[in-house]
C-alpha cells in the first residue's frame, strides 16, 4: 500500500517547485507532528472564528476553507517568507 507519490515523475516535480518529500509509517500519528500540529491550529482557528462573530456551526465547512486560504498566503520561516 502507498508508494504513489515516489515516483520519478513525482521526484522531478518535487525538485523543480523545491518541495521536501518526507514519508512516513502507514498509521503512526506521532510521526507527523508538523502536521497534527498545524490541523490543531486550524480547528482553534475555526472555532475563534466562529465564536467571535457566532457563526452558526453549519458554517463550519467553510470557516475552514477561510482559514486555511488566510494562512497559505501568511509568510513562514520554513518557506523564507515566501506565500502561494
Do not use: A
Not at 472555532?47 to 467553510?62: D, V
Amino acid at each position: 500500500m502507498g508508494g504513489e507519490y515516489n515516483s520519478k515523475g513525482f521526484h522531478s516535480y518535487y525538485d523543480k517547485e523545491c518541495i521536501i518529500h518526507e514519508v512516513t509509517n502507514q498509521y503512526t500519528l506521532q510521526h507527523n507532528g508538523k502536521v497534527e500540529r498545524r490541523n490543531k491550529m486550524l480547528i482553534h482557528k475555526d472555532i475563534c472564528m466562529l465564536k467571535e462573530r457566532n457563526i452558526p456551526k453549519q458554517f463550519w465547512g467553510k470557516v475552514v476553507s477561510i482559514v486555511t486560504y488566510c494562512l497559505s498566503r501568511s509568510p513562514t520561516k520554513n518557506l523564507h517568507d515566501v506565500t502561494l
